[in-house]
């Protein structure tokens, strides 16, 4: 049965920046909520961040893999550069991850941590752009099938299609 690393904002924990939630309502989550498939976690908080706390986006309009690589950086709002603790908040994340061998995770969108099909802009503009943000881009390194709450349907299609393959070999 496989396991999926799930943003802490999407189980209902309300961790977001803004000190909001951001629950899915798939019902899918219920289910593998109950079957303890579902690892919820928090790069963010994971690496002392608190909630609420300032916007943060990633300068210049790069992604994930830029600041990984310190090609770019992670900026609150305020100015301040949050960018090493972007990058432990991801690897805390992985750790988490493979410590529950989930081959599988479910991200908020538009994160500069989780964020895996658009984040925003760097400009602090509301703009989104096309991108990952430094969480998504280190597990998808490792192996790690990553998908956003905007396309939980493939995930839903992946995770069955996983199991169907298992249950198969055994």
């Known amino acids: 049965m496989s396991k999926i690393l799930i943003s802490a904002c999407l189980s209902g924990?309300?961790?977001?920046?803004?000190?909001?939630?951001?629950k899915s309502v798939a019902s899918y989550l219920d289910q593998w909520r109950q079957q303890s498939r579902?690892?919820?976690?928090?790069?963010?908080?994971?690496?002392?961040?608190?909630?609420?706390?300032?916007?943060?986006?990633?300068?210049?309009?790069?992604?994930?893999?830029?600041?990984?690589?310190q090609g770019a950086s992670v900026m609150e709002a305020t100015g301040a550069d949050v960018t090493e603790r972007y990058i432990l908040g991801a690897w805390l994340t992985l750790q988490m991850a493979e410590q529950h061998g989930c081959r599988f995770a479910l991200l908020t969108e538009g994160s500069p941590s989780c964020?895996?099909?658009?984040?925003?802009s760097g400009r602090f503009d509301g703009q989104q752009i096309a991108g990952n943000g430094v969480t998504a881009e280190l597990l998808k390194a490792h192996g790690i099938?990553?998908?956003?709450?905007?396309?939980?349907?493939?995930?839903i299609a992946r995770v069955e299609y996983t199991d169907r393959h298992e249950n198969q070999r055994t």
């Open 13 to 22: 924990f309300p961790v977001r920046y803004n000190g909001s939630d951001k």
């Open 115 to 120: 964020g895996s099909n658009v984040i925003y």
């Open 145 to 155: 099938e990553v998908f956003s709450d905007s396309n939980i349907d493939q995930l």
């Open 38 to 69: 579902l690892v919820a976690f928090c790069p963010e908080l994971a690496a002392g961040f608190a909630t609420p706390r300032p916007a943060a986006e990633i300068i210049p309009s790069q992604n994930g893999n830029a600041v990984i690589a």
